[in-house]
């Protein structure tokens, strides 16, 4: 996790300079301190009002539950941009599916740097991701990382974000994180439709190098201040984390926790620990959130790609119990091995859905009721393995591809509060989760199976995901 790549940054700004004229004009620039262009830094193109409502905030399908279903996070590219006949259909699919809940982060990921001057804003790209997620009757959700440069010790300037992934992956400095606190709440002030945000991603930048350990206090700290913060601006806006990774390692390993273990391997100790100090430190929360794979930080499958799955329905289990059954929110996860560019093309298309279907019956199984699809769509081409629709940047893009039809499905039929059903299946090689009106079945083989699902005989091609109606 924390390999999926970052907005470019290209800029879309004219060179400014605006003069200080007299004492008057200078006393102002430093009372300002940055606020405006001047002493060579740039603001062209921020605005002073980014905490000022933008567009037409609606009524969201989940505004006041904590539980908002299944759906996907937009990356660097999405159907927000492209031909407009492609935006409109993916919107539009979306609204005909009932909405996904869909998770934009506040920098990067596709947005822009949202405060590249202290007081100056620009939300271009962010207020047209929310705009899609509007389009498409969705439920949005804002996960609020990652930080300006001039928060991290970097440079303040539209022209001076610093895009490289260890830049973004650098967390606001302790001075800064009240400042980070008011940034959350001008974001919640501008979309006051989002009442659901996650705070922070994978404690990136919160790393103890000199105890080895994650900094769970400081980003504690951070989570507190930006909790409390939000809660002022609307006690209706619901907030959630840790979102800490939820590695799992060999038992043998030096760092495995035998806090849980099973076949697919042991939890992190670190990662345990971290997770402790904020359950117990935590100002509130009104959900919780992880995020992780099937397979160990070594990318190794254990035993098998499809009994690996097995390790979110453990993790559910787990964290639900500390938390006191909390609503669990899996922000991220992931069930195929990426390569070292962070793209997961090795599987066929069938392959790859039918374990995907299989982590998604083990996370609900678990006890998640949220969680969310990384969605690697490509900016162009017709190639996009795993992708949830081809690129819009053609008229006739944005056509669903199979990973669209189980993700959408998958949320239609086992929304928040879906009640499970036991269901009898004669063999231990097809997953199923059942409800009283329908089975998602997933055969676990490369090869075509005949087994029989509720009494009936079904015939399931190689690695196959079908429903069938009870």
């Known amino acids: 996790m924390g390999r999926h790549g970052w907005n470019s940054g290209a800029r879309r700004w004219r060179l400014t300079a605006l003069l200080g004229v007299g004492a008057a004009a200078l006393a102002l620039l430093v009372t300002l301190l940055n606020t405006l262009p001047g002493n060579g830094v740039n603001t062209d193109g921020t605005t002073r009002d980014g905490d000022k409502p933008h567009g037409n905030p609606t009524a969201t399908p989940d505004a006041t539950d904590p539980q908002v279903g299944w759906g996907f996070t937009h990356t660097q590219y999405s159907a927000d941009e492209g031909a407009s006949a492609a935006v409109k259909r993916v919107e539009g699919r979306l609204a005909d599916a009932g909405g996904l809940p869909?998770?934009?982060?506040?920098?990067?990921?596709?947005?822009?740097?949202?405060?590249?001057?202290?007081?100056?804003?620009?939300?271009?790209?962010m207020d047209r991701r929310i705009d899609f997620v509007r389009a498409s009757g969705s439920t949005p959700v804002v996960t609020l990382c990652c930080a300006p440069d001039w928060m991290k010790g970097g440079e303040a300037g539209v022209d001076k974000t610093d895009w490289s992934q260890a830049a973004l992956e650098t967390a606001p400095d302790p001075e800064h994180f009240e400042d980070y606190a008011d940034l959350a709440v001008t974001v919640a002030r501008r979309y006051p439709d989002v009442r659901h945000f996650?705070?922070?991603?994978?404690?990136?930048?919160?790393?103890?190098?000199?105890?080895?350990?994650?900094?769970?206090?400081?980003?504690?700290?951070?989570?507190?201040?930006?909790?409390?913060?939000?809660?002022?601006?609307?006690?209706?806006?619901?907030?959630?984390?840790?979102?800490?990774?939820?590695?799992?390692?060999?038992?043998?390993?030096?760092?495995?926790?035998?806090?849980?273990?099973?076949?697919?391997?042991?939890?992190?100790?670190?990662?345990?620990?971290?997770?402790?100090?904020?359950?117990?430190?935590?100002?509130?929360?009104?959900?919780?959130?992880?995020?992780?794979?099937?397979?160990?930080?070594?990318?190794?499958?254990?035993?098998?790609?499809?009994?690996?799955?097995?390790?979110?329905?453990?993790?559910?289990?787990?964290?639900?119990?500390?938390?006191?059954?909390l609503p669990l929110w899996w922000a991220e996860y992931y069930v195929e091995p990426a390569d070292g560019k962070d793209e997961r093309k090795g599987w066929s298309e069938a392959r790859r859905g039918a374990v995907q279907a299989a982590g998604m019956i083990a996370l609900a199984k678990g006890g998640t009721t949220s969680a969310f699809y990384w969605n690697p769509e490509k900016e162009k081409g017709t190639e996009c393995a795993g992708c949830l629709w081809t690129p819009t940047d053609t008229a006739d893009g944005g056509a669903k591809l199979p990973m669209y039809d189980l993700v959408s499905r998958f949320g239609k039929e086992f929304r928040p509060g879906t009640e499970y059903r036991p269901v009898s299946v004669a063999g231990s090689d097809v997953r199923v989760l059942a409800t009283d009106k329908v089975i998602l079945a997933v055969n676990t083989l490369d090869r075509q199976t005949t087994v029989k699902i509720d009494g009936k005989k079904v015939q399931l091609q190689a690695y196959e995901v079908k429903w069938l109606e009870r």
């Open 102 to 125: 869909q998770i934009q982060h506040v920098m990067g990921w596709g947005a822009d740097n949202p405060e590249p001057v202290r007081g100056r804003y620009d939300f271009e790209a």
């Open 198 to 325: 996650i705070v922070w991603n994978e404690f990136k930048g919160f790393w103890n190098d000199a105890e080895a350990r994650w900094d769970h206090e400081g980003y504690t700290k951070l989570y507190n201040l930006v909790y409390r913060a939000l809660k002022k601006v609307n006690p209706d806006i619901m907030v959630g984390g840790p979102y800490l990774v939820m590695d799992s390692v060999d038992p043998r390993a030096a760092e495995a926790s035998k806090a849980l273990t099973g076949p697919w391997g042991a939890l992190d100790r670190r990662t345990v620990d971290a997770f402790g100090y904020w359950n117990e430190h935590k100002a509130g929360a009104d959900f919780v959130v992880v995020d992780g794979s099937s397979y160990t930080r070594d990318d190794e499958l254990l035993p098998d790609e499809f009994t690996a799955t097995d390790k979110f329905t453990a993790v559910s289990r787990w964290v639900r119990g500390q938390t006191g059954d």
